[in-house]
């Protein structure tokens, strides 16, 4: 790929770096042009630190420390980013799941569940009033969701007195988002 004095940028090296420039910037085009920026960059970098290096600044025990708690700090917003992806992944398999299992319910039971225009006109007015100043799309635009919505919750209602249901608001309030 590139070669300054004895050390090289590799192939491997800049397809990671090109990966990296990606994932920050998705719009971002592959093309030629962009290729060959990223290798200069690269090769900018890595002469600036040849530089440094001879310099000793590599050396400097204020410049150790401050590459170690850099690099400390990188790792650990690393380590967020992914502990936040693998509970993502979790929670698409379950919600994935949920889905489905939900979505053959209504279409097994949807037939014997009574929606009057009087039950959508209510839905339609609850999500006006929760949409605050943002405008909800006439009525006849969102009547199939709102039908679902009401079969949904009859049929919440249909479950609750078969089934023991206990809240804990005091231990939800501990959540964290972390």
């Known amino acids: 790929m590139a070669r300054i004095n004895d050390d090289s940028i590799s192939l491997k090296d800049f397809d990671r770096q090109l990966r990296i420039l990606k994932s920050l910037r998705p719009e971002t085009q592959a093309d030629d042009l962009t290729k060959r920026q990223v290798l200069e960059q690269m090769v900018k970098q890595q002469l600036l630190c ?28 690393l380590q967020d980013n992914i502990k936040n992806a693998q509970a993502q992944l979790e929670q698409l398999d379950r919600a994935v799941e949920e889905k489905v299992l939900i979505q053959r319910l209504l279409d097994a039971r949807k037939a014997g569940i009574q929606v009057s225009e009087s039950d959508i006109a209510k839905a339609y007015a609850q999500r006006k009033s929760q949409s605050g100043a943002e405008p909800l799309p006439p009525l006849m635009q969102i009547r199939d969701q709102l039908l679902q919505q009401v079969q949904l919750e009859k049929l919440v209602d249909q479950a609750k007195p078969e089934n023991k249901i206990e809240l804990f608001p005091d231990v939800a309030a501990q959540g964290t988002l972390d």
């Not at 040849?50 to 917003?77: F, N, T, Y």
């Open 50 to 77: 040849m530089e440094a290096k001879k310099m000793g600044l590599d050396k400097d025990p204020a410049v150790r420390d401050e590459i170690q708690k850099q690099r400390d700090a990188v790792k650990q917003e």
